[in-house]
């Protein structure tokens, strides 16, 4: 299309000095008077021509991800898990004084019973009566231990089956609450800052790539724990030499998080409950509110959106085309005010074709629209889209190109009546047509061209501008 479009620009061109042409070649000019076109000249050069393709994007920051309430445990199941380990304990209390008094009263019966058997002397009645009553009491207290000792057992179970209770639901204790405060749509916020509030407590974005599933307090282990250390260090409330950035939640680690919390303004527990921070990877973007002040921050909730803070440009190249781009290729992003383009690096290429709707459009043959990839790129100069969301753009792609050829301004082709092309040579006063074989049409106007009696540095007619 675009070598078409190039020729048909030089056609009048062409029009106006085709009668010179048919002289030059020994052919009687038209006797009618022709239009003068003032001619300028142009070097042929030689140097590389690149063929770029235009494909049709769109300028923005990305896909967003949606920031949720957590669903971890509420301020209410985690009292009422406090509460039932607080009744076990109780019920294992009673249950081991009533095993110790059961022992006692065993022993005492036992320890009477020995007494009549001595009392008993050498009276044989006395003395098969008073055994037989101390097997009795031997029997009796063996039972009474043996029921007492199974419901401590139980109750010393139940009592860890509460406190086992009581650390999941602490360790998955949740901000509880109502959304008292959410940053404007576009805001940047970054690492440290407050992304929102529930209950007049700040939610913070802290940096990493594993999300807040649990409690990270003492005890507590993993990547989770680790990225917690380095945010701690790289904001300023711990160093290298008084925390060690190994996964673990120590002293040291509680430490640091209650000097953040003091300057936080929030009680300084040094431990850091589900729903206080949210992880990300770096900055974020707030593309928009999900949630309105005063709604309840229940579990999985929808809060916000967020995007990156940098942008992004999506193209949709046919896809009979994606052999013309690959990661890391330069390309060039023409931004909506027409003019202005700005150099952009491709970081993917989709490998899965998407058809579009037939309400997208359709092709000139009516048929159904050609299935495309998205083409993702970055842009090298950031600055330059400004505040621009959802903007259309124009890609510019290397569709081809070749190094060191001769070349000439695509206006200095000229069209001959048999078809070909000729470009006029001026050297010494004198004019001359020369033959030539057009072949890449490239950026900057200029056109690949080939021909006997051309070389490097013949000036040739151009249109003067």
Known sequence: MRRALAIGAVAVVAAGLAAGALALHGRQAPAAATTSVPVGTARVTRTDIVSRQRVNGTLGYGSPWTVTAPAGTPADALRQAQAALATAQAAQGAAGQADQDTAAAGQLAVQQAQAAVSAAGTNAAALATAQQLLATAQQHAAQAQHQ???????????????????????????????????????????????????????????????????????????????????????LGFASASNLAVDGSFTGADAAAVSRWQAALGVPQTGAVRLGEVVFAAGAVRVAALRAALGADAAPAAPILDLTSTRHTVIA????????????????????????TSVAGTVTDVSRVAAQPSPAQGSNQGGGQPSPSVAVTVTLADESAAGTLDQAPVYVSIT??????????????????????????????GERRLVTVQPGLFGDGGLVEVSGAGLAEGDLVEVPAS
């Open 148 to 234: 007492a000792d199974a419901e401590l057992a139980a109750a010393r179970v139940a009592a860890q089956n509460a406190q086992g209770a009581l650390q999941q639901a602490q360790s998955s204790a949740r901000l509880d609450g109502s959304v008292t405060w959410l940053p404007a749509p576009g805001t940047v916020v970054q690492q440290g800052q407050t992304l929102y509030r529930v209950a007049g407590r700040p939610v913070v974005l802290l940096d990493g790539a594993v999300p807040a599933y649990r409690e990270l307090g003492p005890g507590a282990s993993g990547d989770d724990v680790r990225q917690l250390e380095r945010d701690l260090i790289d």
């Open 316 to 339: 949709q190249l046919d896809a009979s085309r994606q052999q013309l781009v690959h990661p890391n290729d330069q390309v060039s992003v023409l931004l909506p005010d027409g003019h």
């Open 399 to 428: 569709s081809a190109s070749k190094k060191g050829v001769l070349a000439v301004p695509v206006t200095a082709l000229l069209a001959q009546p048999n078809g070909n092309y000729a470009v006029a040579v001026r050297a010494g």
